[in-house]
């Protein structure tokens, strides 16, 4: 737990620095590379979450994926 909220908060750090128009794109990039598995509702091919899930893709995380 303690190492856990070490790298949390120098992940904030780290985000904090980052333009606000890149932040979330990052914090989804910081979410993807410590998961084991992602869990994905993404509905259309463009945006945030399609981008996210295409970058889980890249580094082959197991892929729950959920839409229409």
């Not at 990052?26 to 590379?33: K, L």
Request: aromatic share 12%; with cysteine; hydrophobic share 35%.
């Amino acid at each position: 737990p303690c190492l856990r909220k070490a790298t949390t908060r120098r992940f904030i750090r780290r985000w904090n620095r980052c333009p606000r128009r890149y932040a979330i794109l990052r914090r989804n990039e910081w979410m993807i590379q410590r998961c084991d598995v992602l869990v994905a509702y993404v509905t259309h091919g463009w945006g945030g979450a399609a981008r996210t899930l295409a970058y889980a893709r890249k580094k082959k995380k197991t892929i729950l994926e959920y839409g229409e």
